[in-house]
C-alpha cells in the first residue's frame, strides 16, 4: 500500500457526462500530480499540485480541471467525456515538507466512457 | 520545460540476459532520477532512483548509472528473470520546480 488513496476504482459513465476523480495523497505529501495512462500507453502528465496551488500543467484538455483542497487531497474533474477519454487516471504524491521528492502512486482509476 | 525520452520502447530478452534502458533529458537543472515499474494493470511501482550528486547506484541486479554532462540516465537489470516482465519509466525531477517528468516507458519482456 502505497498510502495514496484513490477513489473510486472503476467508473462507467456515457459520453457527455461529467465525473469527479479523488485523490488523497500520502500523509504530510504537499504535491500531487495527476497523469492518464490509456491502453498500452505511457504516463501522459496531465497537472500537478503543490500546497494547494497548481504548480505544472501538461497536456490536460480544457474540458477537463482540477484542484487542491486545505486538506491536501485534489479531484480532477472531467466533463463533456469522450470515448477516447476512456483510461487509467493516476495520482501520484511527493514532497513531504523539508524532504525529497519520492513519488508515491494511487491504484488507479480506471474510466470508461460508453 | 523538461522532456524526457526512453529507448527501447520495447526489449526482449532471454532469462539470465542483462537488459539495459537508456534515457536522455532535457533540463540541466533537473537532479533526481527515479525509475518506475508497472506491472500489467497495477499502479507504477518505484524500483530505484538516483541523485544529481552520484554517478552510479546498485540494489542488487538492478544498476542505475548517470551522466549529467551528457544527460544521460540508464537502468540495467542483469541475470533477468521472467517476473522482471513489466513498463519501466524512467523520469526526470527538477526538486526546486517539484514537477516529475515521464519517458514514454520500455516494455520489458523476459523469455523463460
Known amino acids: 500500500d502505497s498510502g495514496v488513496t484513490q477513489t473510486p476504482k472503476h467508473l462507467i459513465t456515457a459520453t457527455g457526462q461529467r465525473v469527479t476523480l479523488r485523490c488523497s495523497p500520502r500523509s504530510g505529501d504537499l504535491s500531487v500530480y495527476w497523469y492518464q495512462q490509456s491502453l498500452d500507453q505511457g504516463l501522459q502528465f496531465l497537472i500537478q499540485?503543490?500546497?494547494?496551488?497548481?504548480?505544472a500543467k501538461g497536456n490536460i484538455l480544457e474540458r477537463f480541471s482540477a484542484q487542491q483542497f486545505p486538506d491536501l487531497h485534489s479531484e480532477l474533474n472531467l466533463s463533456s467525456l469522450e470515448l477516447g477519454d476512456s483510461a487509467l487516471y493516476f495520482c501520484?504524491?511527493?514532497?513531504?515538507?523539508?524532504?525529497?521528492?519520492?513519488?508515491?502512486f494511487g491504484q488507479g482509476t480506471r474510466l470508461t466512457v460508453v | 520545460g523538461e522532456n524526457v525520452e526512453q529507448h527501447p520502447s520495447t526489449l526482449s530478452v532471454q532469462e539470465g540476459d542483462s537488459a539495459v534502458i537508456k534515457c536522455t533529458y532535457s533540463?540541466?537543472?533537473?537532479?533526481?532520477f527515479p525509475w518506475y515499474k508497472q506491472e500489467l494493470g497495477k499502479r507504477p511501482q518505484l524500483i530505484i532512483d538516483?541523485?544529481?550528486?552520484?554517478g552510479e547506484k546498485k540494489d542488487q541486479r538492478i544498476a542505475v548509472t548517470l551522466n549529467k554532462t551528457a544527460k544521460h540516465f540508464s537502468l540495467h537489470i542483469t541475470e533477468t528473470q521472467p517476473e522482471d516482465s513489466a513498463v519501466y519509466f524512467c523520469?526526470?525531477?527538477?526538486?526546486?520546480?517539484?514537477?516529475?517528468?515521464f519517458g514514454t516507458g520500455t516494455r520489458l519482456l523476459v523469455s523463460p
Open positions: 538516483i541523485r544529481s550528486n552520484v
Open positions: 533540463d540541466s537543472a533537473s537532479n533526481y
Open positions: 499540485y503543490y500546497n494547494g496551488e497548481e504548480r
Open positions: 523520469a526526470a525531477l527538477n526538486t526546486g520546480f517539484q514537477k516529475l517528468v
Open positions: 501520484a504524491s511527493s514532497a513531504r515538507a523539508g524532504t525529497h521528492t519520492e513519488a508515491f
